[in-house]
């Protein structure tokens, strides 16, 4: 049972230049999320995908970054004309659901290993 | 103010020492809380959920006392393998399974 599949594992790019991260749920996650790690810092929720549906978009910078999770294949995050800042670790996590009880393993998220973007 | 607030140590204790970290939240419609445990240049993983009644998974104990908006995380008999960042993880009251992530305790258990 695979668990959420994130490739590339590293990405380095050069300013300007565009970097693409792939994301495959686990079997049976229908919820995907993407979050950032700056060096040092905290896990920060980006965004948040349903299959051909964006949910909650609320972290993600307003110019630059986009996401989607279309019906066949894996989540994309994909960053244009990249910039030093850029450089972090981004993970995705999947859940089975979007919401239950406190108790309910919809809550659950489970992460990727993530990719690591260094921009040079 | 943060939403999720951690002390971030990092905290030294010698193996078999006992440790606590806590968390405060400022949200107080928050519905779920977690420890997640985050071991260098990993991913987060599942640690414990974290109940209104308090609840204990081997050495480890989690309580949450929502009047206070206040988390905690006991670890009892610290093992060398428990070093690690904790990050205490709250969800909140919008749709979705949206997390916000305290910036994590660092633990280092020594011999």
């Known amino acids: 049972n695979a668990g959420v599949m994130q490739n590339p594992r590293h990405l380095v790019r050069r300013r300007g230049q565009e970097a693409r991260l792939r994301c495959s749920p686990m079997?049976?996650?229908?919820?995907v999320y993407w979050y950032r790690q700056l060096p040092e810092e905290g896990l920060k929720f980006m965004v948040y995908l349903q299959k051909e549906n964006i949910i909650d978009e609320s972290g993600m910078p307003k110019e630059r970054f986009s996401a989607e999770f279309p019906k066949e294949g894996p989540s994309i995050l994909r960053i244009q004309q990249v910039v030093r800042g850029d450089s972090a670790a981004y993970f995705c996590?999947?859940?089975?659901?979007?919401?239950?009880?406190?108790?309910?393993?919809?809550?659950?998220?489970?992460f990727g290993a993530g990719s690591r973007l260094t921009v040079l | 103010r943060k939403e999720v607030e951690q002390d971030p140590g990092p905290f030294n204790v010698p193996e078999g020492a006992t440790v606590a970290f806590n968390c405060t939240y400022s949200?107080?419609?928050?519905?779920?809380f977690f420890w997640y445990r985050q071991d260098c240049r990993k991913e987060p993983k599942l640690l414990m959920s974290v109940y209104s009644s308090g609840n204990e998974d081997g050495r480890f104990t989690a309580q949450l006392n929502r009047a206070s908006q206040y988390i905690s995380l006991l670890i009892r008999d610290s093992k060398l393998s428990d070093s690690a960042t904790y990050l205490c993880v709250v969800r909140g009251t919008g749709g979705g399974n949206k997390l916000t992530f305290g910036t994590g305790t660092q633990l280092k258990v020594e011999l």
């Open positions: 996590a999947s859940s089975p659901g979007s919401t239950g009880g406190a108790r309910s393993g919809a809550n659950v998220l489970t």
């Open positions: 949200n107080s419609a928050s519905q779920s």
């Open positions: 079997k049976g996650h229908s919820h």
